[in-house]
């Protein structure tokens, strides 16, 4: 069957399972367009107000689901638009194919209208780039892109292609999905060893990270902190892996996780770290971080071995493969003393009192934990309701807590929330945002309106940029250097203005109540949710110091 190169390019996507794209029209990619056109019933297109707010949007959908998600963008100022969106993926290790168009071959090179070496500018910020130029090579090409995309750790693959290769035409017949990359050989002596000094160990603990969540190994995880009586603590991208209600599970570690996860891995013999990369987040200062423990690095990116800290072990591995190894090898053990004392530490943690009258931070987390249900998806933008979100939100499912973790996005929530939406229709979605955040893509509640989807964000409305805020108050003198926005936005007005509904709360009561009748509505809301502008995200710790530094008030 002869096509053209558009009809290839849909055709090797529903090859690769895809049923849903984000994207927006233009010169370069119209051909693709038409090509959609006739392809209404096997692939939903889904336009956005913003590239960025489509590559955001097929961020969330990619991590609600742990499919990889598809982003597709015209040249030039089309294509430069997603380079944040790819750089949000990539950073949190989200399987994401972003297809560009760009100007006919012959053109490339020469400054022409809407050209820009798209491929050339995301290089350092991508798994991998491919530019197609000839439309021989755009069938592989594709299936190459989802492969590498969805290998080993999860990453962005941007192919651009030249609209003489949309237009061209070839025989066209079906291929298979490539299998994605095996993953690395456990080392056995490593295992064995491992297993010697957790066995061995009087106070071990358990770092993880988003690695656990991509790897499925939840399971695994579980088993062996029960089996070994260890405790836990967890980065901001893997909240929910393990059950807020576990007994072993001591929340959030670092700047702003819990004191005594803090204590845990600071006090610990053994620690055990998993899919995880030891960010400047978690590990605020590198020289001090553990200083009496055995570090054992898990990972299946060999690079994040003694990158950031030096692992005694460092074992590379897919986490699922290296838990089912490990496993077996691990004696049952009570750690009576260590948990006692942990649980001593835990009778430290800062605890956050509601106020009678005023709307506090927590509550609002609380109030939209028990509107969602467990099964409910909660995304977030960046800045203190982040963290408050992290903090409160109790989640014990994975994927059910998705934010901008490495790269710090603010402006992604709404994007990511659509995603989730459109990939999940049947759970219900809130996004936790900021008056900072929500203002840089809040244009993309038109989007949210037309797809009729039930999402309802919440404002953390204390009409300054609370992060950046507290950072001057604690650490400028409370020099308010452009953090005092004091914006005049009527949240209610503007839903409203987008044809979605709104409510106002200013009181954990009124919060209830909106929240109540906003998810009843079935249309996207906005609730204004009026904070003060010097509640604080705490516990904290400061920049370069470690948990006997913290902040707690």
């Not at 009087?202 to 499925?216: D, N, Q, R, W």
């Not at 049947?426 to 900021?434: E, H, I, N, Q």
């Not at 709360?505 to 009843?520: D, G, P, V, Y």
């Not at 009026?530 to 530094?549: H, Q, T």
Request: proline residues 4%.
């Amino acid at each position: 069957m002869k096509i053209n190169g558009s009809r290839l390019l849909i055709e090797s996507l529903v090859e690769q399972g895809v049923d849903t794209i984000f994207g927006y029209p233009g010169g370069a990619v119209i051909n693709i367009y038409d090509a959609l056109y006739d392809c209404k019933d096997v692939i939903n297109h889904v336009i956005t107000a913003h590239e960025q707010g489509a590559a955001h949007a097929a961020d969330g959908y990619a991590r609600a689901t742990g499919k990889t998600g598809v982003v597709l963008a015209t040249s030039g100022p089309g294509a430069t638009n997603i380079v944040t969106g790819i750089a949000t993926a990539n950073m949190d290790s989200v399987p994401l194919v972003a297809i560009t168009g760009n100007v006919h071959s012959a053109l490339i090179g020469l400054d022409s209208f809407q050209e820009v070496d798209i491929a050339g500018i995301v290089m350092p910020i991508t798994k991998h780039t491919f530019a197609v130029r000839d439309i021989n090579k755009l069938h592989d090409t594709i299936r190459e892109a989802f492969k590498i995309a969805g290998s080993g750790r999860p990453g962005v693959v941007l192919v651009d292609i030249t609209k003489n290769v949309t237009s061209d035409t070839i025989d066209y017949e079906p291929k298979p999905i490539l299998p994605l990359t095996p993953n690395p050989v456990i080392d056995m002596a490593k295992i064995k060893k491992i297993a010697q000094i957790i066995n061995q160990a009087e106070k071990p603990a358990i770092l993880f990270g988003g690695g656990v969540l991509i790897s499925s190994a939840e399971k695994q995880l579980t088993q062996l902190s029960k089996l070994a009586d260890i405790p836990c603590t967890h980065t901001l991208m893997s909240a929910g892996v393990m059950s807020y209600g576990e007994r072993l599970n001591l929340g959030l570690v670092g700047m702003h996780g819990s004191m005594s996860a803090g204590l845990a891995i600071q006090n610990s013999d053994v620690m055990i770290a998993i899919g995880t990369r030891f960010s400047d987040r978690v590990a605020t200062d590198k020289t001090r971080f553990a200083p009496k423990s055995t570090i054992i690095h898990i990972d299946i990116d060999e690079a994040e071995i003694n990158k950031n800290v030096v692992s005694h072990i460092g074992i590379v591995g897919d986490v699922g493969d290296v838990l089912d190894a490990l496993i077996p090898l691990i004696k049952k053990t009570v750690r009576a003393k260590w948990i006692a004392q942990i649980d001593k530490w835990r009778e430290g943690d800062y605890k956050p009192v509601s106020k009678s009258g005023v709307l506090r931070p927590h509550e609002i987390v609380e109030c939209i934990s028990k509107a969602v249900g467990d099964d409910g998806i909660i995304v977030t933008d960046v800045g203190q309701h982040q963290m408050w979100t992290a903090q409160y939100s109790k989640r014990v499912k994975p994927r059910s807590f998705l934010t901008s973790g490495g790269l710090g996005t603010m402006g992604y929530g709404l994007g990511g929330a659509i995603g989730a939406q459109m990939a999940c229709p049947d759970r219900r979605v809130v996004l936790a945002t900021g008056d900072g955040s929500f203002h840089m893509n809040m244009n993309e509640m038109c989007t949210a309106v037309k797809n009729n989807l039930p999402i309802v964000v919440v404002v953390f409305n204390n009409h300054v940029l609370g992060m950046v805020r507290q950072w001057q108050t604690e650490f400028y003198n409370k020099r308010y250097s452009e953090t005092s926005i004091d914006r005049s936005t009527d949240y209610v007005k503007l839903a409203e203005a987008f044809g979605a509904k709104g409510y106002r709360a200013s009181t954990a009561e009124e919060l209830q109540i909106a929240m109540t009748e906003a998810f009843k509505s079935g249309r996207p809301c906005i609730i204004d949710a009026i904070i003060d502008k010097d509640e604080k995200v705490l516990p904290m710790i400061p920049a370069g110091k470690i948990v006997d530094e913290i902040i707690l008030k």
